[in-house]
Structures are given as C-alpha cells and as structure tokens.
C-alpha cells in the first residue's frame, strides 16, 4: 500500500503542500509539478529531505521547474509526465493536493 | 447493478472504496457541497465512501453553525443522513482541530478524530481518493 | 490491462488544465486504457461551445477534442455542475454542448470509479 502524492500549489499560498506531508508514509512518492514546485524552496522540503530515509522518493517535473526558473536541485529526481503516468500504477493509489 | 462488474473487478486488488478528503471551510466556496453530493452518489450506488476532514476542512463538522445567516443552503444539515447511505466512516484530523482551537463538538455523531499517522493510515485503506 | 479514470475540476482557461492534458495523453501514448475522464467543478466548462479563448493562447476544449477523436476517450461532464455554469444541458439538441462531450451525472464517476484500477484528480 503506497501512495502517489500530486503537489500542485505552493506551500507559500496554502497548507496543501503541509497536508500532503503530515499523511506521507515512508513508501509513499512525492511529485511537485505546476506551482507545486516551488516547493522546493520551502521550508518544509528542507525538513522532508532530512526525513527521506532512501525509500520515499521526491520527483519534480523538469518542465515545469524550468519554466519557473526554479534551480535544479540534486535532491529530487528530475521526470516527464510520462513517468507520473509510469508512478501511477507503480503505487497503490493517487492523491492530488491541489 | 453490481454483477455487470463483477467480471472487471475480477482483476482488480480488493476494493476498499472511496475516500474524500474535505480541505475547505463550508460556507465561501462550492468545495464542501460538491464533495457532499459525490459522496451520496456513490452511497445511493451501494459503493463504500469515507469521509476525511482535515485542514479548513474541519470547520465543515463544528457544531452550531446556521448557514441561513449568509443566506447559504444549509446543506450541512444533510450530513445528519449519512447513515442511511451507509457513510460510517468519518474521520477529522486531531491536529487540524487544534491549530484551530476547535473543540470536538461536532453537528454530528459517530465521528472518529484521529492523530495525523492515524489519518493517514485510514486513507491508506482506500482505494481510489479525492480531494475538495 | 491497466486501466484508468481520470476527474477534471479545473476550467479550460486554467493552466492547470495543461497538466491534466499532458498527463491523459501521456498515459494514452503510454497505452494505458483510460476509460474516461469526468469533467466535474469548473471542469464542466469545457463543454460550453460558446467559450472562445484567444487563438495565441492554450486551446485545452480543442486538445480534449482531438484525444476523444485519435484515441476514442470517453469525455463525460457532469450535468449539475454544467448547468449550474450556464451550459444548457435538457435540450433535445444540446446546442450548447460540444459534441466530444456526453452529458451524465455523478452516477458515471460512480461507474468509472468501480472499473479503473486507478484514479487521477486534477
């Protein structure tokens, strides 16, 4: 049982992003795709990457990061929307936070 | 109704239903009252639904709210008939609860407020999520 | 077969939308069967034929179009949430309604729901 969780806003504007993450289990996948990426810069990603203990995986889309002039960061996986559709049935369910 | 799947959900892992988490408060947007008629769709279909509250959300549960006050449908009120949709299961995040210095009084009963691990392990249970 | 259903909560003009395209038509190359996508909320705009966005910018309803044409995905909105939204729904002709689109209730998401192994809201 594990989960893919969608970010789609900035935690800067909701607690969606803190929602999402006081759900997350250890299995479980992160993408950061549309305002979700500005997450990156987020407090709150500082203290999940302390927290990933090899399991959890944290992706972020390329293109949409990009578009933001969001700096690329060695901490998270860089992926298309092609590999949001391959984690989609790599996981037990979705959940979107939007 | 149900045998015309029987066949699909031969080949799917054990359905544990839907969850739908509530992440708005009741009254300013549309959220809470689309989420509601989703989840008396599915139990007038038979199909098992829970109930998540979390965040703003919770404001959807506390008690001695009257929407007429800012001339809103009350569709609060349907809440009180989930049990005959067979809507059992009900969850409100403690924590969401206590940021908010709610306490937990709520318009109806039979709700189950968990801790965040607890929460999140209930909608581990599900099979399929929204979120409104 | 890995089957999937995929809800719709964002307006046409939304670019939020574009991530919902990007994503239906990446599992349909990807050969995934997508056995529907229910256009819910705001969602249910996408129907209304007498919504014109400017031609430099995003066309979301014509993209929608061309995956229901090319791969025969199945576009429901929901009928509530359409007429709610201006779209007159109980015609005979459905003028108003575009017509990659069929007109159902929640009781299809119900459908699409039992049947797909996975569920994607956006």
Not at chain 1, 10 to 20: K, L, M, P, R, V
Not at chain 3, 71 to 88: D, V
């Amino acid at each position: 049982m594990s989960t893919l969780h969608l970010v789609r806003q900035s935690a800067f504007a909701t607690n969606d992003f803190a929602q999402c993450l006081s759900v997350l289990d250890h299995q479980d996948s992160i993408v950061l795709m549309d305002d979700g990426c500005y997450n990156l810069k987020h407090s709150l990603m500082d203290s999940l990457i302390k927290r990933v203990d090899g399991t959890l995986s944290i992706n972020v889309i390329t293109r949409h990061a990009q578009a933001r002039a969001i700096e690329i960061s060695a901490a998270v996986q860089h992926i298309e929307m092609s590999d949001v559709v391959e984690l989609t049935f790599n996981h037990t369910k979705v959940i979107t936070w939007q | 109704m149900t045998s015309s799947y029987t066949q699909e959900k031969n080949d799917l892992p054990p359905s544990n239903g839907l969850a739908i988490i509530n992440s708005k408060a009741p009254f300013s947007s549309n959220h809470g009252k689309d989420a509601l008629d989703v989840a008396l769709i599915f139990g007038s279909f038979e199909q098992k639904v829970s109930l998540f509250f979390q965040g703003d959300g919770v404001y959807q549960l506390i008690a001695d709210q009257d929407a007429r006050l800012v001339s809103i449908k009350d569709y609060l009120k349907t809440f009180s008939a989930f049990e005959f949709y067979d809507i059992e299961d009900i969850y409100v995040c403690q924590q969401s609860l206590v940021n908010r210095q709610l306490e937990e009084k709520f318009h109806i009963g039979d709700v189950q407020v968990l801790s965040s691990i607890e929460f999140g392990l209930a909608l581990n249970r599900h099979q399929h999520v929204l979120r409104f | 077969m890995k089957t999937l259903a995929v809800v719709v909560t964002t307006p046409p003009y939304s670019h939020l939308t574009i991530s919902a395209l990007t994503y239906v038509e990446a599992a349909l190359v990807a050969g995934i069967n997508v056995i529907g996508v229910f256009f819910y909320q705001d969602g249910a705009m996408h129907a209304n034929k007498d919504i014109s966005i400017a031609s430099d910018e995003y066309q979301a309803i014509e993209h929608w179009q061309r995956l229901n044409k090319e791969y025969q995905l199945p576009l429901h909105i929901c009928i509530t949430a359409a007429e709610k939204r201006g779209i007159a729904c109980d015609s005979i002709d459905n003028d108003q309604v575009n017509e990659a689109f069929t007109v159902s209730g929640l009781g299809e998401l119900v459908e699409l729901t039992t049947k797909a192994a996975r569920l994607v809201q956006f």
